[in-house]
């Protein structure tokens, strides 16, 4: 099985934000993508996500996919792309983390893949989604809701893994709560 999910320390990493007062985001942004991180500031902590590509099994043979990963983040933060690095206010204290996690079964069975979509960040009146698409994109879209329908439905998700519909693919995707 492909397994692209935060690992126990980065989920401790998010479940710490919540109750924390989110005071902004830094990235270098254009028109909500952002090329692979940015960095969550909040009164207690600040933490850098990145959508980077990873080199595991992937079908029957190695091959690069995107996976989310979060760290701890000092003052040097430096987005990947070229774009201007701009500062997002948000001012709200942290309810709530959510992530959206998608498993594909492929043929039955036969390929596996469990991925970690998207981190949802709700304050008392904003949503923020940090999420990524296709699985070898390390771009990551910015919402202001928790629609993650919106940004990769099922079908193209089922389409992307169908091999041009001659694989049968399952997706069960599942939002929970940190």
């Known amino acids: 099985m492909t397994n692209a999910t935060l690992d126990k320390n980065m989920i401790e990493l998010l479940k710490n934000l919540k109750n924390t ?36 099994l992937f079908f029957d043979e190695n091959e690069e996919f995107a ?59 904003k949503t923020i989604m940090f999420s990524r698409d296709v699985w070898f994109s390390e771009v990551i879209t910015i919402s202001d809701n928790d629609n993650y329908d919106a940004v990769f439905p099922i079908s193209e998700v089922k389409e992307t893994f169908s091999n041009f519909g001659e694989y049968e693919v399952e997706v069960k995707r599942r939002k929970y709560s940190l």
Do not use: H, M, R, W
Request: aromatic share 12%; with cysteine.
């Open 21 to 56: 007062k989110f005071i902004s985001y830094e990235c270098g942004e254009v028109f909500n993508l952002v090329g692979g991180n940015l960095k969550i500031n909040t009164d207690k902590i600040s933490l850098e996500i990145t959508n980077f590509l990873k080199e595991d």
């Open 67 to 125: 996976v989310f990963e979060c760290k701890k983040s000092n003052s040097n933060f430096k987005p990947y792309c070229d774009t201007p690095l701009k500062n997002f206010d948000i001012e709200e204290n942290i309810v709530t983390i959510e992530i959206i996690n998608d498993f594909i079964s492929v043929n039955n069975g036969k390929y596996k893949f469990s991925y970690d979509q998207a981190i949802i960040i709700k304050t008392v009146n």
